[in-house]
T-cell receptor, first 113, second 117 residues
Framework: AQSVTQLDSQVPVFEEAPVELRCNYS??????LFWYVQYPNQGLQLLLK??????LVKSINGFEAEFNKSQTSFHLRKPSVHISDTAEYFC???????????FGQGTRLTINP | GAVVSQHPSRVICKSGTSVKIECRSL??????MFWYRQFPKQSLMLMAT?????????EQGVEKDKFLINHASLTLSTLTVTSAHPEDSSFYIC?????????????FGEGSWLTVV
C-alpha cells in the first residue's frame, strides 16, 4: 500500500519569494509521483510528474520537483511565486501502471502581495 | 482545452432523490475512469474504479448500492448517488486513464458540486 504525507497544510509566502511544498511518500514498490494543482472551485490539473529517468522534473510555469528515493520525498519548488499561483496543491503517488492515485492531504499556497 | 468533462458542474437535489453525474472523455477512449470524492478543505478520496464493460471496483467503505457506477461506453462513465442525504453533499471528481506511448496519463474532470437539501 502507498501513502502520501504533505507536511504543511498551509504555506503563506510573499509574491516573488521562493517556495517549497513538501511531500513524502511510503511504498513497498516502485512508484510514480505527481503534483496536481486545484484552483478554487475547479478540478485538478496535472502540474508535473515523475515516472522514470531524470529525478528533476519541471512544469511549464516554473515549478519543479525532485524525486529523492533515499528520502522518499518529492518536494515541489518555485524560485519566485506569483499571485496567480494561489491554489491548493496535491502530491499523489501510484504504483506501476500509474493508475490508482493516492493523494496527500493537500497544501494551500497563499501568495501575499 | 478540456480532456475530461463532467456534467453537471453543480447540482442541488432534495433528500431521498437520486442524482446522476456524467464523466466524459473528449477525443479519446478511456477504458478506465476513476471517481473521487472531496470534502471541503480535504484531500481526494478514491471511491471506485470504473471499467468499461464490466462492474466497477469499489474502495473499502464505499457503498456500491448507494453510489452506482456505469461505464457503458469508452467515453462515458456515470455516477448515480441514490437516495441522497445531506451527508452526501460533496465535490465529486472523475478522472480518465489515457494510455499514451510515453506511459499512462490521468486527466481529471472539472468536478461536480452536489448539495443535498
Amino acid at each position: 500500500a502507498q501513502s502520501v504525507t504533505q507536511l504543511d497544510s498551509q504555506v503563506p509566502v510573499f509574491e516573488e519569494a521562493p517556495v517549497e511544498l513538501r511531500c513524502n511518500y511510503s511504498s513497498s514498490v516502485s512508484v510514480y509521483l505527481f503534483w496536481y494543482v486545484q484552483y478554487p472551485n475547479q478540478g485538478l490539473q496535472l502540474l508535473l510528474k515523475y515516472l522514470s529517468g531524470s529525478t528533476l522534473v519541471k512544469s511549464i510555469n516554473g515549478f519543479e520537483a525532485e524525486f529523492n528515493k533515499s528520502q522518499t520525498s518529492f518536494h515541489l519548488r518555485k524560485p519566485s511565486v506569483h499571485i496567480s499561483d494561489t491554489a491548493e496543491y496535491f502530491c499523489a503517488v501510484s504504483g506501476q501502471g500509474a493508475q490508482k492515485l493516492v493523494f496527500g492531504q493537500g497544501t494551500r499556497l497563499t501568495i501575499n502581495p | 482545452g478540456a480532456v475530461v468533462s463532467q456534467h453537471p458542474s453543480r447540482v442541488i437535489c432534495k433528500s431521498g432523490t437520486s442524482v446522476k453525474i456524467e464523466c466524459r472523455s473528449l477525443d479519446f477512449q478511456a477504458t478506465t475512469m476513476f471517481w473521487y470524492r472531496q470534502f471541503p478543505k480535504q484531500s481526494l478520496m478514491l471511491m471506485a474504479t470504473s471499467n468499461e464493460g464490466s462492474k466497477a471496483t469499489y474502495e473499502q467503505g464505499v457503498e456500491k448500492d448507494k453510489f452506482l457506477i456505469n461505464h457503458a461506453s469508452l467515453t462515458l462513465s456515470t455516477l448515480t448517488v441514490t437516495s441522497a442525504h445531506p451527508e452526501d453533499s460533496s465535490f465529486y471528481i472523475c478522472s480518465a486513464l489515457i494510455d499514451l506511448p510515453s506511459g499512462n496519463t490521468i486527466y481529471f474532470g472539472e468536478g461536480s458540486w452536489l448539495t443535498v437539501v
